[in-house]
């Protein structure tokens, strides 16, 4: 559901005209309802649900065709996107165990009784709002791991900021990664696979085990024989190319 505020949109599900009336009854009295059809059969309701990507289902158990737990196991394999939520409305209460192996959100007996199926609803509406909080903390965190644009190296008695257009190459020594800048460079405290991880992939490549290096500084590969490569830096420096990343290397290269 996009609107958190907005009512549920409810598929009634069962071949009972009664217990289906008296859901349609009991659904115009709950505001956090919008009631947007009814369907006889299992098969129906998926059809319905396609159509119609309901919000909610209220799936009666025991119907012809194809059944109320059929219904549901059909939905969770298909990973229907959006899934709609389910309470399971039956007056059977020996499916309960089963059903909520199902991942159902409720399972309320017949005759239903408003005030329960209100608690049942509000449980509904409870786990979309959890589920869009988790929504928004994953697109929150993916928005804080873009890649970085800067870094804050200690340098004498300060700290000094250090873009990462700026930098030509990185060059791990034990525990620290130093950052060459020009003819200058600046020691940091951190792992290579965590600096890389932060490091824009367009615009730096991992070379080996210790060196990373921005892909516009390299002038071009040179093949020294016996499958032993090397990168030859703007600057005439080379650096060896590990066998792991030489792959990766030739890629430049349109190789």
């Not at 959100?105 to 509406?125: E, F, H, N, S, W």
Request: some cysteine.
């Amino acid at each position: 559901m996009n609107d958190m505020t907005a009512p549920l949109r409810t598929l009634i599900v069962d071949d009972e005209p009664l217990a289906v009336e008296r859901l349609q009854l009991i659904c115009a009295r709950l505001e956090q309802l919008n009631l947007i059809g009814t369907a006889s059969d299992g098969r129906s309701a998926l059809r319905m649900t396609e159509e119609l990507s309901p919000d909610l289902l209220l799936l009666d158990i025991t119907m012809p065709k194809l059944d109320g737990m059929g219904v549901a196991r059909t939905l969770t394999k298909a990973g229907a996107a959006p899934m709609p939520a389910i309470i399971f409305v039956t007056a059977h209460e020996e499916f309960a165990v089963e059903a909520f192996d199902l991942a159902v959100i409720d399972y309320v007996l017949k005759p239903v009784a408003q005030d329960r199926l209100a608690r049942a609803v509000d449980r509904v509406m409870e786990r979309c709002q959890e589920t869009a909080a988790a929504d928004d903390d994953t697109l929150q965190a993916e928005a804080e791991s873009v890649w970085a644009e800067e870094f804050w190296v200690p340098h004498r008695s300060e700290l000094k900021r250090i873009a990462t257009d700026q930098i030509d190459r990185i060059e791990a020594e034990r525990d620290y990664m130093r950052l060459h800048v020009g003819t200058r460079s600046y020691l940091m405290h951190q792992t290579i696979k965590a600096l890389e991880a932060r490091l824009d992939p367009a615009q730096f490549i991992r070379l080996h085990r210790s060196h990373i290096v921005r892909i516009d500084r390299i002038a071009g590969l040179k093949h020294e024989g016996g499958g032993i490569w090397h990168a030859r830096l703007t600057d005439e420096s080379e650096i060896r190319i590990g066998r792991t990343f030489l792959s990766k290397a030739k890629k430049i290269a349109g190789r």
